[in-house]
């Protein structure tokens, strides 16, 4: 049974991933009216397990989820399924509109949205991604220890990914691909023993549903277990295009972000983000703390702001009692 989403709350998370999770319980926790509105679609949807994040290593995406979904219910927080399509400033904060016509109103919002991987147009990354094709050592290296690695580069941090990767395996090829590195680059690979090869790769090969090999654009075949891409990573943050806030390039190059201090404060007052929507590189873990920091920081806001209030109230209480 869907939850009732009533007229208003003191925030409303928009994306219940780790971030929104979080940023959630500690709002809550603060007896704070809370919602948390989740599209069902998580970046790490196709991963068999959550790594590097304390005792929690190998938990399901899902399962996690699930369990942070509980853990905010359990303080008075609702979590609901939906995609929001806008919000907007109003008096008394904003106003959010869901895809299916339910809207609600927040005094804050805190947006954890995360990014979108553009991935390379090779046949065979889409299928295995986030199984045998992968970006980030940390996330899945030790899954692929020892095996034949394949870097395909197509972008500016296709050596340091090798680099990375090399720590695992000692059979690692870089394809240049797209992105031939340099040769200061190009010495570093040869000094680490890993392979520089030339041309494009047309295809990643899979049988009996596992990697298998690279397809060259000349038809040549090369074996590979795993192969290493550098997608694009895009923030998804069009809904904050009508409060004035859009998306930005990340100084690294490697896609867009919404910008944030350090607390998770954006330019647009009453509106934090959290995650990767804002942070490109953050796991798991870090996207979680950053949530809870953003959720306690909205709580510090929302008392500051009553605050205030109250001391208008109490002057003017006091001013009307010495007349």
């Not at 007229?7 to 999770?21: C, E, F, P, Q, T």
């Not at 870089?174 to 190009?186: D, K, L, N, R, W």
Request: aromatic content about 4%.
């Amino acid at each position: 049974m869907t939850e009732e989403i009533l007229d208003g709350y003191d925030a409303v998370v928009i994306g219940g991933g780790a971030a929104g999770l979080n940023g959630a319980l500690m709002l809550a926790r603060s007896r704070r009216s809370v919602l948390v509105v989740d599209a069902g679609a998580p970046r790490n949807a196709p991963a068999d397990g959550v790594h590097g994040l304390l005792a929690r290593d190998g938990m399901p995406p899902a399962e996690l989820v699930a369990r942070g979904r509980d853990e905010v219910r359990g303080y008075g927080g609702q979590v609901v399924p939906g995609e929001v399509r806008a919000v907007a400033r109003d008096e008394s904060g904003f106003t959010v509109e869901l895809a299916d016509g339910r809207v609600t109103a927040a005094r804050r919002l805190l947006v954890t949205t995360g990014l979108v991987d553009e991935l390379p147009e090779i046949p065979g990354v889409r299928e295995r991604w986030g199984r045998d094709v992968l970006h980030c050592p940390y996330c899945h290296g030790w899954e692929v220890r020892d095996k034949a690695i394949g870097i395909i580069a197509t972008g500016p941090n296709a050596v340091h990914q090798a680099l990375l990767f090399r720590q695992l395996s000692a059979d690692v090829t870089v394809f240049a691909h797209t992105a031939p590195p340099g040769a200061e680059q190009a010495e570093q690979l040869a000094a680490r023993g890993i392979a520089l090869v030339s041309g494009t790769v047309a295809e990643v090969v899979v049988t009996d549903d596992r990697i298998t090999g690279v397809r060259l654009g000349d038809g040549t075949v090369l074996a590979r277990e795993a192969i290493v891409v550098g997608p694009r990573m895009v923030a998804r943050g069009g809904l904050l295009a009508g409060l004035g806030l859009v998306p930005v390039e990340h100084p690294s190059g490697l896609g867009e972000t919404v910008p944030a201090d350090a607390f998770g404060r954006t330019e647009v007052p009453g509106v934090w983000v959290a995650g990767n929507v804002t942070d490109l590189s953050a796991q798991v873990g870090a996207a979680a703390a950053a949530g809870a920091m953003a959720g306690a920081q909205i709580n510090a806001d929302l008392v500051m702001a009553e605050t205030q209030a109250a001391v208008e109230l109490h002057r003017a209480e006091a001013a009307a009692a010495a007349r």
